[in-house]
């Protein structure tokens, strides 16, 4: 999965692309993009939680990229656009958010992860082994952090983040949840100072020529004609 400052920049990254007012509520388009994460400070949260938010239940990182896991995942998307890309209550722009969200991680999953899989495979370390996710995710977080501070945009992100009206994501995550993970990552990524230390297995600049595909990708797959129901 990408880091969550990852996607806030994506984010960022297709309302510059998509022409102008596609997207009315940006607040709310970067809240939806934080959505399926805020999953993480449910109480008593377990690893099912997320995977219910991110519309993979029952199915595994390691085989997420098989054929038939695929399929089920992209029906589970279009079943989830087509609920709610009619929404007559101002928040389309969120929902918008939480389904960029899910395609940019299964884009991660399907690129970065799996590059980071045969790097760690030289190394006799398999995906169940603890340091394998002690590793990806050292160099998610420091790619995130590299990118607060790096990237052009971070302050437009954070005015954003901090003038969006807060609403839940019906079915999956509460308002308080929406709430408290959005005060995180303001918190996390512009009010406390943290080292800037460069990642190890997945670069800097791997990040960035991540984040373009994903930009493209994702405009292309959710415009008229695209592999699922349009959203733009």
Not at 19 to 40: M, R, S, V, W
Not at 53 to 75: G, M, V, Y
Not at 143 to 158: K, M, P, Q, S, T
Not at 199 to 226: C, F, K, Q, W
Request: hydrophobic share 40%.
């Amino acid at each position: 999965m990408a880091g969550l400052f990852t996607h806030m920049v994506i984010a960022r990254e297709i309302i510059k692309v998509l022409p102008e007012e596609t997207i009315k509520d940006q607040g709310l388009f970067y809240l939806g993009n934080l959505a399926p994460d805020a999953i993480h400070v449910r109480e008593g949260y377990i690893r099912a939680f997320k995977k219910h938010t991110h519309l993979r239940d029952d199915i595994s990182d390691p085989e997420f990229a098989q054929e038939d896991n695929l399929e089920l995942f992209h029906k589970r998307v279009a079943d989830f656009i087509i609920q709610n890309r009619e929404r007559k209550d101002g928040l389309l722009d969120l929902y918008r958010g939480y389904v960029v969200h899910l395609l940019a991680d299964e884009l991660f999953n399907c690129t970065i992860r799996k590059e980071f899989c045969v790097i760690m495979e030289e190394q006799g370390i398999g995906q169940m082994n603890t340091t394998f996710f002690e590793r990806i995710i050292t160099d998610m977080n420091r790619n995130d952090f590299l990118l607060a501070d790096r990237y052009e945009g971070r302050d437009e992100i954070r005015y954003q983040l901090e003038q969006a009206p807060i609403h839940p994501i019906t079915d999956y995550l509460s308002e308080h949840e929406m709430r408290v993970s959005r005060d995180w990552i303001i918190n996390r990524h512009f009010v406390e100072k943290t080292e800037v230390i460069l990642p190890v297995y997945i670069s800097y600049e791997r990040t960035m020529a991540y984040i373009h595909m994903a930009v493209d990708n994702i405009i292309t797959r959710l415009s008229e004609g695209g592999s699922l129901p349009s959203m733009f």
